[in-house]
């Protein structure tokens, strides 16, 4: 397996926890049913956070044929590439939120402003480089506008940000600490894997992290 595949693997398995654990009775608010869509990633991407945690890896990460151990210099590539550009990266998911909600939210298409123009005015405050006046990236834009994405394409992001701050709470308790880990982890299953769409997430996520969540956590774990 590619690390890629490695991380898809611990997404999909973050989605089958949810279903899995769930202590609700009523299908339509079990596992994943029922969970607002800015934040039904939220233990998928909180799964791929465990792909990089060094026991984690290496406990799996073996020659397929000698059995030999992933060697420390590749690990430390994967840890280095996880935040290879990621400001820019980071740059163009918000570009493209920010794009969504202004067509989505206050656009007046008899206003004298092309759907264009409001993308432009976007980019002005988070491209680096100024778009070609051919630019037509809006055509092929399909999540917002046949994707099941309209006002929605922040949730990409904003899962991003309750993902990092729920794997934060375990690197508070230590990656080191069994006793920690497993404790952080019951409290973990017990609010964000177990309540499904019974409650809001965010009361869910506060049952869990105590609090409301903290974009700080993504930005640490971006490098930026």
């Known amino acids: 397996m590619t690390f890629r595949e490695v991380e898809t693997l611990f997404h999909e398995f973050g989605h089958g926890l949810q279903h899995m654990l769930t202590t609700v009775d009523e299908r339509d608010a079990a596992g994943i049913c029922g969970v607002e869509w800015d934040a039904v990633e939220l233990p998928s991407q909180f799964m791929e956070s465990w792909c990089l ?9 073996r020659h397929y044929e000698t059995g030999a151990v992933l060697p420390e210099e590749l690990y430390m590539k994967l840890r280095e590439a996880r935040t290879f550009r990621a400001a820019s990266q980071m740059l163009r998911q918000l570009q493209f939120g920010m794009i969504d909600m202004a067509l989505h939210h206050g656009y007046d298409p008899d206003g004298g402003e092309t759907v264009f123009d409001v993308e432009r005015r976007v980019l002005s405050i988070t491209s680096l480089i100024p778009p070609l006046p051919e630019n037509r990236f809006l055509c092929s834009f399909a999540h917002i506008f046949a994707g099941g994405y309209a006002a929605g394409y922040y949730s990409y992001k904003w899962a991003e940000v ?23 982890g019951r409290k973990f299953r017990d609010t964000v894997l177990a309540l499904g769409g ?4 965010l009361q869910v996520f506060r049952a869990f ?11 640490k774990q971006s490098g930026l």
């Open 209 to 219: 992290r105590g609090r409301d969540p903290d974009p700080a956590a993504l930005l």
């Open 53 to 61: 945690h060094r026991d984690t890896l290496m406990q799996m990460a």
């Open 198 to 201: 019974s409650q809001h997430p």
């Open 162 to 184: 309750l993902s990092a701050d729920a794997f934060a709470a375990f690197e508070e308790v230590g990656l080191e600490d069994a006793e920690g880990l497993q404790r952080t």
